[in-house]
């Protein structure tokens, strides 16, 4: 299906400016116009009925969609959404796509039809290239938050691969040698990302990359649990681990605890993400938090931007993680391993 997308690729403009035409809703240039509707004419696009939905005025409101608002992490993101959109004098609308794909395009598709001025959106971990090609198709102002994509459209996303690879290099320098990484679905951006900083920590030092100390798929505690165990189960067990996230970090520390390993004596332990909970295990765990509540606020400002000049340059925005030393890591066990 062609999308607007299409039409602003072929007149070689943005899509608010294929959007501007079509509905008037603001003076274009007479070359530009003649630009947009050749382009219409050879891709043969038709308008769908979210086209039809978009707005002619403000509402004042902003829609998020968080991937699973259970998570910790759409929770901190909203902390920085809603006051930097108060302070703007716009109104939060909040959906949840449970991650899952086809409730995202949904809610998505509410928002439009309730007609809010923009859209900043936590893909899911299944979100496909069409799923994101139809969020950016709409017409509205959206900034993306988490996952990197790879079309034209304004983003806020983590430092990923320099930050894992500093902490997995500390570990190395320790004198760990077997070091597992436990990670998400393996073509979601963060989890490419953070496992590339592994293997460039590995990399960095001369020392080989071990690919069987990699597990991905882990997308709930349970699976991570698996992981872990089935990794201490091989003939000769990593002495370190890192987790990609929260949700991981909880099922391969409960796998840690059922093999009655104790950390960091027995076995180290890191994490991307912190948890209010990581205090209650007895061992501070040490992590690279991330700066949550500053993409949400970066989110909004990149937003705000867009809604001021609709044809403004897009943006991709990296935050660094922040880096809290704790008591998880120390050295191998056994130093002549």
């Known amino acids: ?57 403000t509402t004042e409101s902003v829609g998020f969609v968080a991937s699973d608002i259970a ?72 900034v993306l938050v988490d996952r990197a994509v790879s079309i034209s459209v304004d983003q806020v996303l983590v430092e990923n691969t320099e930050a894992v690879a500093a902490v997995i290099g500390e570990m190395l320098d320790l004198g760990h040698r077997r070091v597992a990484i436990v990670a998400g679905k393996e073509h979601h951006s963060t989890t490419v990302e953070r496992v590339e900083g592994w293997r460039q920590a590995h990399q960095r030092r001369g020392l080989a990359v071990d690919e069987g100390l990699v597990v991905l798929g882990s997308v709930d505690p349970p699976a991570a649990a698996v992981a872990t165990t089935a990794l201490l189960g091989v003939a000769d067990p990593p002495t370190a681990f890192f987790s990609t996230s929260n949700v991981i970090s909880l099922g391969m520390l409960r796998a840690l605890r059922a093999a009655r390993l104790s950390v960091p004596e027995q076995v180290s332990f890191a994490a991307f993400d912190d948890v209010e909970w990581a205090d209650l295990l007895g061992t501070p765990i040490t992590c690279l938090a991330q700066p949550t509540s500053d993409l949400g606020a970066t989110a909004v400002e990149l937003l705000l931007r867009r809604l001021a000049d609709p044809d403004v340059e897009h943006r991709t925005v990296r935050l660094p993680p922040e880096l809290h030393v704790r008591e998880s890591v120390g050295g191998p066990p056994d130093a002549s391993r």
């Open 71 to 142: 998570n910790p992490f759409s929770t901190a993101l909203m902390g920085g959404i809603a006051p930097a959109l108060r302070k703007a004098r716009y109104t939060l609308l909040v959906a949840n796509a449970d991650e899952n794909p086809e409730l995202e395009r949904d809610v998505v598709d509410a928002l439009a039809r309730q007609r809010v001025d923009g859209l900043i959106v936590a893909l899911t971990t299944e979100a496909s290239q069409d799923d994101v090609e139809h969020i950016a198709s709409l017409g509205i102002p959206v």
């Open 1 to 57: 299906m062609v999308t607007l997308t299409d039409v602003a690729a072929a007149a070689g403009v943005s899509i608010a400016t294929v959007s501007h035409v079509m509905n008037q809703t603001r003076p274009v240039a007479v070359e530009t116009v003649a630009r947009v509707n050749k382009a219409i004419r050879e891709t043969g696009y038709h308008r769908n009925p979210h086209a039809r939905a978009l707005r002619t005025a």
